[in-house]
């Protein structure tokens, strides 16, 4: 494919700055990315990779961006002209720049594949909802994570990142929630890299 051809992928982690295991799987994802150099995925894909969305909250450890929630300030369909936080503000401003075809963004913790809607227990339209099945479904298949409707396997939340990246674009916009903990013992990093990168090669094949 040629360049322009390309799709544009979007991968993020540490929007809430205490959910360090997330800055930890984004940069292995990263490091087997340089190292494996894996053509199949690099020319169909332009990725880019954001270790860390709310570097203030992850310096103190901190879950919220100037007080606020990072991941429930994005503008939403109930509240378009919503005023996003700080560490929002320029990714969003990034995302406008770009065509993504999709997104992951991940958080700690739960074992979660979820895709929009978070702020309403609505489903996304029938062909897009079987698309976000198929493709949390296959991604289940490799980590035993529970895949679902962020509304429904969760909570309702309004202001989320999948929602605003869905509602904006067709974005196909998945939110991972990994592991048992923020911060697991420096031993289980490994395992719970090697499983999250496991599932984003496969969402990527399936995009």
Do not use: C
Not at 35 to 50: A, D, G, M, Q, T
Not at 64 to 89: F, K, T
Not at 109 to 127: D, E, F, V
């Amino acid at each position: 494919e040629s360049q322009g051809a390309k799709k544009e992928i979007l991968i993020t982690g540490a929007t809430h700055g205490n959910e360090i295991i997330t800055t930890e799987v984004v940069m292995g994802i990263i490091d087997n990315f340089v190292s494996e150099k894996p053509e199949e995925i690099f020319s169909r894909f332009n990725i880019y990779l954001v270790p860390v969305v709310n570097p203030d909250g992850f310096i103190a450890r901190e879950r919220h961006d100037s007080g606020v929630d990072p991941n429930r300030s994005y503008p939403w369909p109930g509240s378009p002209n919503q005023n996003a936080s700080p560490a929002i503000r320029p990714l969003i401003k990034f995302f406008e720049s770009h065509d993504f075809k999709a997104s992951l963004d991940f958080h700690a913790y739960g074992r979660l594949i979820m895709y929009p809607w978070a702020y309403t227990a609505n489903s996304p339209n029938g062909q897009d909802l079987n698309f976000f099945k198929d493709v949390a479904k296959k991604m289940s298949f490799f980590s035993n994570y529970t895949p679902g409707q962020i509304s429904k396997i969760i909570y309702v939340a309004q202001g989320s990142s999948a929602d605003y990246y869905y509602w904006k674009k067709k974005t196909m916009a998945f939110a991972i929630e990994m592991g048992t903990t923020f911060a697991p013992s420096p031993s289980e990093i490994p395992s719970i890299t090697s499983e999250n990168l496991e599932m984003v090669l496969h969402w990527l094949a399936s995009m």
